[in-house]
């Protein structure tokens, strides 16, 4: 296993990861499959980007994005991560989590944040294991297949760029 910076190569592996996340009802709103092209504009954002491989496979990936379009938080990020199906619980996440922390603080951002479903309970476990903090429930955040769901805000903050 190792990580690596994501590039416009991987999109295709990225997508179909993605879109198991959107079809398993497990991690986020969206319910649109992404494209290959969707995931390459995504990649040409300024933000961290990090793959997984495990035998030479794309397993996982976690992207950062803005957490505003506001100049007060430039510092901060969003973040998600996406585990293939045949990869999951084998700590290809946390190593693509902790990849991302690591190219978040090269790149100057100071904090993380993510909303989780309060379901995912091993999203959260691995999170607080990480140093995440949970901060706040948001009740009825928004609907998924006709239902409301509450999400955990969760964030980290990176002490180097907190100077």
């Known amino acids: 296993m190792r990580h690596r910076p994501a ?3 991987d999109a295709e592996a990225m997508a179909r ?5 959107i079809e398993d009802r497990i991690a986020t709103f969206e319910t649109e499959l992404r494209s290959t092209g969707e995931v390459r504009a995504r990649l040409r954002e300024p933000y961290p980007a990090i793959v997984v491989e495990d035998g030479g496979e794309v397993a996982a990936f976690a ?9 007060c938080y430039s510092g901060v990020v969003d973040f998600s991560v ?20 690591e190219a978040s603080e090269e790149s100057g951002f100071h904090k993380l944040t993510s909303k989780v479903f309060v379901e995912n309970v091993p999203s959260r476990r691995l999170l607080a294991s990480l140093g995440f903090r949970e901060v ?10 006709g239902g409301w769901r509450d ?3 969760v964030e980290l903050s990176i002490p180097a760029n907190l100077s």
Do not use: C, F, M, P
């Not at 990861?17 to 996340?21: D, K, M, S």
């Not at 706040?136 to 297949?145: M, N, P, S």
């Open 63 to 71: 992207w950062a994005s803005a957490y505003s379009s506001r100049e």
């Open 17 to 21: 990861i993605y879109n198991e996340g």
């Open 151 to 153: 999400v955990i805000v």
């Open 136 to 145: 706040g429930l948001h009740k009825k955040h928004a609907k998924l297949d």
């Open 82 to 101: 996406y585990v293939g199906r045949k990869s999951r619980d084998r700590g290809v996440g946390r190593e693509a989590i902790e990849a991302l922390i």
């Open 7 to 9: 590039t416009l190569d």
